[in-house]
């Protein structure tokens, strides 16, 4: 199995809702990274939490990265119908490419 | 130029044709990354250029596949004899330093290879 797994695999909510994605993770890490790609297409980046991190917030984002447990959390607040897309969230080991797990599509209705 | 450039945006190719997908990183970015990704699938690793370092390719899923990048910047993925299962969006990404560095990696839009 991946390194990095997201669930739930699908999300569809209500536009002003809060849309939280969960990611677990296998081995040790230097940082991770969630991702967010429209249409099958380029993927952007969003954030980044290192592992020595907690918690850590950019706009309408915050990131939780829990290393005992080996998971961490997206959530978005107030979500718009422009945040539909998916999500992906990727590890760092600093032994090879950045891994990315299956994602989370998330859709919200206006 | 401003971001990670890829080209052909598509390309429909018959069963047992090879194909090459190019990848200009941006500027200045020593690591360069291929993944693949099916329809609905997430990302899956192909192979991964740090530096002068030899290339990790341990996510070739078969020897049909290679890559090789020239001068430190522009990388080519050649796919010999394709196969219909080769059918995906093939993406290249760029970063400034490695892995393990914290950098952010910036994707290109990809490659959507179908073969009929």
């Known amino acids: 199995s991946q390194q990095g797994e997201e669930d739930p695999q699908a999300l569809s909510i209500q536009e002003g809702e809060n849309a939280t994605m969960n990611c677990s993770y296998k081995t040790s890490i230097n940082n991770l990274q969630w991702y967010r790609q429209n249409s099958g297409r380029g993927l952007v980046h969003l954030i980044l939490i290192r592992s020595n991190e907690r918690e850590k917030h950019s706009g309408r984002l915050r990131v939780t990265l829990d290393t005992s447990k080996k998971s961490s959390s997206l959530l978005i607040t107030a979500s718009r119908a422009a945040d539909t897309a998916s999500y992906f969230c990727?590890?760092?080991?600093?032994?090879?490419?950045?891994?990315f797990g299956s994602g989370t599509r998330l859709q919200v209705q206006p | 130029g401003a971001g990670v450039s890829q080209s052909p945006s598509n390309k429909v190719t018959e069963k047992g044709k090879d194909v090459e997908l190019r990848c200009d990183p941006i500027s200045g970015h020593t690591a360069l990354y291929w993944y693949r990704q099916s329809l609905g699938q997430g990302l899956e690793f192909l192979i991964y250029f740090q530096g002068n370092s030899a290339p990790d390719k341990s996510g070739l899923p078969s020897d049909r596949f290679s890559a090789e990048r020239t001068g430190g910047s522009v990388s080519t993925l050649t796919i010999q004899r394709t196969q219909q299962e080769d059918s995906a969006v093939y993406l290249c990404?760029?970063?400034?330093?490695?892995?393990?560095?914290?950098?952010?990696?910036?994707f290109g839009e990809g490659s959507w290879l179908t073969v009929v």
């Open positions: 990404a760029s970063s400034l330093e490695g892995q393990g560095t914290g950098n952010t990696i910036y």
């Open positions: 990727a590890t760092d080991t600093g032994r090879r490419a950045l891994t």
